[in-house]
T-cell receptor, first 115, second 112 residues
Framework: DGGITQSPKYLFRKEGQNVTLSCEQNLNHDAMYWYRQDPGQGLRLIYYSQIVNDFQKGDIAEGYSVSREKKESFPLTVTSAQKNPTAFYLC??????????????FGEGSRLTVL | GDSVTQMEGPVTLSEEAFLTINCTYTATGYPSLFWYVQYPGEGLQLLLKATKADDKGSNKGFEATYRKETTSFHLEKGSVQVSDSAVYFCALRDNYGQNFVFGPGTRLSVLP
């Protein structure tokens, strides 16, 4: 079955450490996204990528970095510069601008806790 | 910029009650509209969508109609079940297909 796989599901980090969250999709989608969700809150866009080797900052990119070397993969690194990284992180993908009515498909999420 | 507004929760209903969650949007042109559902500890799942004015999206007893004249996409269900307890997000995809905008979410609790 096609879908989006995020790993790990749970991650604990000590202060000052960088961590990388994995996101892989086999839907052949051009566009991929990372969102952050805090308890009881909505979604905030961190980064997105419409095509391989290109990505743009979202609303809360500070303290995060991404890469898009392959169409299927869009890893997110939470750096030590992110002051409050404890949150639920969601990866998503969609058809690109070739089909502008397509929906977002989401992974199951990764919960990061800073100790 | 584009925006989505939805009713504040939490919404608490008894089983078999009628559900309405209001959603209105601001956008240029003709965005596509979506309702997503999120169960505890999980990602978001698409519940239904509509891509042009007067379209009705439906799934699992839920319905929403794309009303261009009132810029609304209200979610309705005639008889809710305990298993419908979740957070519901209204969203739009802009006219150019690049950006998705989400509402803040509405938490629904259905009591037996």
């Amino acid at each position: 079955d096609g879908g989006i796989t995020q790993s790990p599901k749970y991650l604990f980090r000590k202060e000052g450490q960088n961590v990388t969250l994995s996101c892989e999709q086999n839907l052949n989608h051009d566009a991929m996204y990372w969102y952050r969700q805090d308890p009881g809150q909505g979604l905030r866009l961190i980064y997105y990528s419409q095509i391989v080797n290109d990505f743009q900052k979202g609303d809360i990119a500070e303290g995060y970095s991404v890469s898009r070397e392959k169409k299927e993969s869009f890893p997110l690194t939470v750096t030590s510069a992110q002051k409050n990284p404890t949150a639920f992180y969601l990866c998503a993908s969609s058809t690109g601008t070739l089909k502008i009515t397509g929906e977002l498909f989401f992974g199951e999420g990764s919960r990061l806790t800073v100790l | 910029g584009d925006s989505v507004t939805q009713m504040e929760g939490p919404v608490t209903l008894s089983e078999e009650a009628f559900l309405t969650i209001n959603c209105t949007y601001t956008a240029t042109g003709y965005p596509s509209l979506f309702w997503y559902v999120q169960y505890p500890g999980e990602g978001l799942q698409l519940l239904l969508k509509a891509t042009k004015a007067d379209d009705k999206g439906s799934n699992k007893g839920f319905e929403a109609t794309y009303r261009k004249e009132t810029t609304s996409f209200h979610l309705e269900k005639g008889s809710v079940q305990v298993s419908d307890s979740a957070v519901y997000f209204c969203a739009l995809r802009d006219n150019y297909g690049q950006n998705f905008v989400f509402g803040p979410g509405t938490r629904l609790s259905v009591l037996p």
